[in-house]
């Protein structure tokens, strides 16, 4: 059970579940380092996970019933305004875009009140009828957070067990004997609020979190075990017996696609487009929790399934030719966290790929899109721990890394200057590996629209498109070439006799971080890539160089930086190469950083002089 607490631009967090909590609300007891860049306060937050088997716990879709919840409003000096009942709070499912089938819900309640600061009070209960986790401890859940006093408990049947794994934090409990249960107890006091700094860390990285699981669970009929990787791929695969089957069609079909094919690679690259032909994605969170997939049977019925069923039908299919593939589990999004490696459970991970391992190769297959070229991984799933599916267990692999070799936008330019400062450009852009997924995006929208987007998303004023065109390349590190006519009308700049010239066109960097006195993160950056550009300007006959910038080149533990321009006969060459390295580093290196930033904003800027000639 959990209660808390709102202070306008600060919030309060309560609870009665445990002893009496007497400090006042009134908002001059808060200490002063805690309302220090917060934007917001929790006063007190007490969370109880009560576990009274595997079968039944309290702390909801179909597998959890909020029981109660309330709350209260304080003015400043801790005077109640208003008291707020479990029929104020609003209740919505919690359909996302792409879900055709979704049970999860939301309560909630908004605070309309125009005196600062304020703070609410609230109260809820949730019970489970199964579980396969404990609800997280992840105290600062915000920037500009600032926490009085947080305590989380655990209370346990002495027959039910867990595992946990902290960070941040003493790893130790505080543990006594209640009514026959066995009780945890974590706590943290005076956490001021941290302030975002660029590049920095996920906040569980750097706040006080614990993460639960029950070494036995009961989830929807189905019983497991996730002590360790081993047995929770026991328990996956166990979900996934005798849901391989496939229609006679798709059989005859599957046999036809691979009959004139010699090579197993070239017989799976066929095998996933006529997969990705004949289906499309929709997330259905239902079965077993939503960790079941629908059966190979029914997606040949049906057409359409989640990443689950769409995965489950791809390695039947694969069966069906002989292909030995596994189900492969993963924690997906361009900016999710990596797992603990050391703490086994289903709950890190929330979306399934395909794996078809070779002697000295592996493939990887994402099954819920379309489009996506076969053997590629995109910002969804790539540089990431996957939990291979075996009757045997499971097993952590990485899944495919893309390299700064790899990660390339190469870009050159023909760019016709007027006398009277308009271009007129001709422009050819390769987007390769994770860079292709940067326009990928144009391949699924029509011709209108790529133009629409174009408009959109080019960073020019003043400009007409007047041809374009995609082309793509879908092999395992696939390219998109990306090919536009432009006139960029005023482009150059007048000063009596003189023209200038801005030399870069298209990859303009603007950003520089800014200005922290004293960093106290880890600098970040989680891909490397590399961008090149070559621009060829050629000068309007009446016009002359004047002058040319200096060369820039930059080296250092970030990345690489160069950019230089050479006249050869009537035209000017604009020359620019930015790499970017990956990496953790340490945050006294900040101010290097942001000076490798201003010289490249400061390149980027450089203009070219021509001057009319006499």
Same mark, same amino acid.
């Given at each position: 059970?959990?209660?808390?607490?709102?202070?306008?631009?600060?919030?309060?967090?309560?609870?009665?579940? %445990?002893?009496?909590?007497?400090?006042?609300?009134?908002?001059?007891?808060?200490?002063?380092?805690?309302?220090?860049?917060?934007?917001?306060?929790?006063?007190?937050?007490?969370?109880?996970?009560?576990?009274?088997?595997?079968?039944?716990?309290?702390?909801?879709?179909?597998?959890?019933? #909020?029981?109660?919840?309330?709350?209260?409003?304080?003015?400043?000096?801790?005077?109640?305004?208003?008291? #707020?009942?479990?029929?104020?709070?609003?209740?919505? %499912?919690?359909?996302?875009?792409?879900?055709?089938?979704?049970?999860?819900?939301?309560?909630?309640?908004?605070?309309?009140?125009?005196?600062?600061?304020?703070?609410?009070?609230?109260?809820?209960?949730?019970?489970?009828?199964?579980?396969?986790?404990?609800?997280?401890?992840?105290?600062?859940?915000?920037?500009?957070?600032?926490?009085?006093?947080?305590?989380?408990?655990?209370?346990? +049947?002495?027959?039910?067990?867990?595992?946990?794994?902290?960070?941040?934090?003493?790893?130790?409990?505080?543990?006594?004997?209640?009514?026959?249960?066995?009780?945890?107890?974590?706590? #943290?006091? =005076?956490?001021?609020?941290?302030?975002?700094?660029?590049?920095?860390?996920?906040?569980?990285?750097?706040?006080?979190?614990?993460?639960?699981?029950?070494?036995?669970?009961?989830?929807?009929?189905?019983?497991?075990?996730?002590?360790?990787?081993?047995?929770?791929?026991?328990?996956?695969?166990?979900?996934?017996?005798?849901?391989?089957?496939?229609?006679?069609?798709?059989?005859?079909?599957?046999?036809?696609?691979?009959?004139?094919l010699s090579d197993n690679k070239e017989k799976v690259r066929k095998l996933y487009e006529y997969m990705q032909s004949k289906t499309r994605y929709v997330? #259905?969170?239902?079965?077993?929790?939503?960790?079941?997939?629908?059966?190979?049977?029914?997606?040949?019925?049906?057409?359409?399934?989640? %990443?689950?069923?769409?995965? +489950?039908?791809?390695?039947?299919?694969?069966?069906?030719?002989?292909?030995?593939?596994?189900?492969?589990?993963?924690?997906?999004?361009?900016?999710?966290?990596?797992?603990?490696?050391?703490?086994?459970?289903?709950?890190?991970?929330?979306?399934?790929?395909? %794996?078809?391992?070779?002697?000295?190769? =592996?493939?990887?297959?994402?099954?819920?899109?379309?489009?996506?070229?076969?053997?590629?991984?995109?910002?969804?799933t790539n540089n990431r721990m996957a939990l291979l599916i075996k009757p045997e267990g499971g097993e952590l692999v990485k899944t495919t890394k893309y =390299?700064?070799?790899?990660?390339?936008?190469?870009?050159?330019?023909?760019?016709?200057?007027?006398?009277?400062?308009?271009?007129?450009?001709?422009?050819?852009?390769?987007?390769?590996?994770?860079?292709?997924?940067?326009?990928?995006?144009?391949?699924?929208?029509?011709?209108?629209?790529?133009?629409?987007?174009?408009?959109?998303?080019?960073?020019?004023?003043?400009?007409?498109?007047?041809?374009?065109?995609?082309?793509?390349?879908?092999?395992?590190?696939?390219?998109?070439?990306?090919?536009?006519?432009?006139?960029?009308?005023?482009?150059?700049?007048?000063?009596?006799?003189?023209?200038?010239?801005?030399?870069?066109?298209?990859?303009?960097?603007?950003?520089?971080?800014?200005?922290?006195?004293?960093?106290?993160?880890?600098?970040?950056?989680?891909?490397?890539?590399?961008?090149?550009?070559?621009?060829?300007?050629?000068?309007?006959?009446?016009?002359?160089?004047?002058?040319?910038?200096?060369?820039?080149?930059?080296?250092?533990?970030?990345?690489?930086?160069?950019?230089?321009?050479?006249?050869?006969?009537?035209?000017?060459?604009?020359?620019?190469?930015?790499?970017?390295?990956?990496?953790?580093?340490?945050?006294?290196?900040?101010?290097?950083?942001?000076?490798?930033?201003?010289?490249?904003?400061?390149?980027?800027?450089?203009?070219?002089?021509?001057?009319?000639?006499?």
């Amino acid at each position: 059970m959990r209660k808390g607490t709102v202070l306008g631009i600060l919030i309060i967090i309560f609870t009665n579940l %445990c002893p009496a909590f007497s400090e006042e609300i009134d908002f001059k007891n808060i200490p002063e380092e805690l309302k220090k860049d917060a934007n917001a306060i929790v006063r007190y937050d007490y969370s109880e996970f009560q576990v009274n088997s595997i079968k039944n716990a309290k702390f909801t879709s179909k597998f959890r019933t #909020i029981e109660n919840i309330e709350g209260k409003i304080y003015d400043s000096e801790g005077n109640l305004i208003k008291k #707020i009942k479990s029929s104020d709070f609003t209740d919505h %499912c919690i359909l996302s875009g792409a879900s055709l089938y979704d049970d999860n819900r939301v309560k909630f309640y908004e605070v309309f009140q125009n005196k600062y600061p304020y703070t609410v009070e609230y109260e809820y209960s949730i019970d489970y009828s199964g579980y396969i986790h404990f609800p997280m401890w992840f105290p600062i859940d915000s920037y500009n957070l600032s926490v009085e006093k947080s305590e989380y408990v655990v209370k346990t +049947n002495p027959e039910v067990r867990f595992h946990y794994k902290s960070k941040n934090i003493n790893d130790s409990a505080a543990i006594s004997e209640e009514n026959g249960s066995k009780v945890f107890k974590w706590s #943290i006091q =005076t956490f001021p609020a941290l302030v975002f700094e660029p590049y920095s860390p996920f906040l569980s990285e750097t706040t006080p979190v614990i993460y639960f699981a029950p070494n036995n669970f009961y989830y929807d009929g189905s019983s497991g075990n996730q002590e360790s990787w081993e047995e929770v791929g026991k328990w996956a695969n166990q979900l996934l017996i005798g849901r391989d089957q496939l229609t006679d069609k798709t059989k005859q079909d599957i046999h036809t696609i691979i009959s004139t094919l010699s090579d197993n690679k070239e017989k799976v690259r066929k095998l996933y487009e006529y997969m990705q032909s004949k289906t499309r994605y929709v997330s #259905i969170q239902l079965g077993i929790g939503g960790f079941q997939p629908f059966s190979a049977l029914e997606i040949d019925n049906l057409g359409y399934g989640d %990443c689950k069923a769409l995965s +489950n039908y791809m390695v039947a299919i694969l069966k069906e030719a002989e292909i030995g593939s596994n189900y492969a589990i993963v924690n997906a999004g361009e900016y999710s966290k990596a797992i603990n490696t050391d703490f086994s459970s289903v709950s890190q991970m929330n979306h399934v790929i395909v %794996c078809v391992p070779f002697e000295n190769d =592996t493939i990887w297959l994402e099954c819920t899109s379309q489009d996506m070229p076969f053997g590629y991984l995109s910002t969804f799933t790539n540089n990431r721990m996957a939990l291979l599916i075996k009757p045997e267990g499971g097993e952590l692999v990485k899944t495919t890394k893309y =390299t700064q070799n790899d990660n390339i936008q190469s870009r050159k330019i023909y760019a016709d200057l007027t006398e009277d400062g308009n271009l007129i450009a001709d422009i050819t852009t390769h987007y390769k590996a994770i860079q292709y997924d940067n326009i990928s995006y144009q391949f699924r929208e029509s011709k209108e629209d790529q133009k629409k987007n174009l408009y959109k998303n080019l960073d020019l004023t003043n400009f007409d498109i007047l041809d374009f065109i995609y082309i793509q390349n879908k092999q395992r590190i696939p390219i998109a070439t990306e090919q536009m006519k432009l006139k960029l009308n005023q482009y150059a700049s007048f000063s009596g006799e003189r023209m200038f010239l801005p030399l870069n066109i298209l990859n303009k960097h603007e950003y520089i971080p800014k200005k922290i006195i004293k960093r106290k993160t880890e600098i970040v950056f989680n891909s490397a890539y590399s961008d090149n550009d070559t621009i060829i300007y050629k000068i309007p006959e009446k016009y002359s160089v004047e002058f040319i910038p200096d060369t820039t080149a930059i080296s250092n533990q970030f990345g690489e930086f160069k950019s230089y321009v050479t006249k050869q006969n009537d035209s000017l060459v604009y020359i620019r190469t930015d790499k970017r390295n990956e990496g953790r580093y340490p945050a006294e290196s900040y101010n290097e950083l942001i000076d490798f930033y201003k010289q490249i904003v400061k390149a980027d800027n450089q203009k070219a002089i021509l001057i009319k000639k006499q």
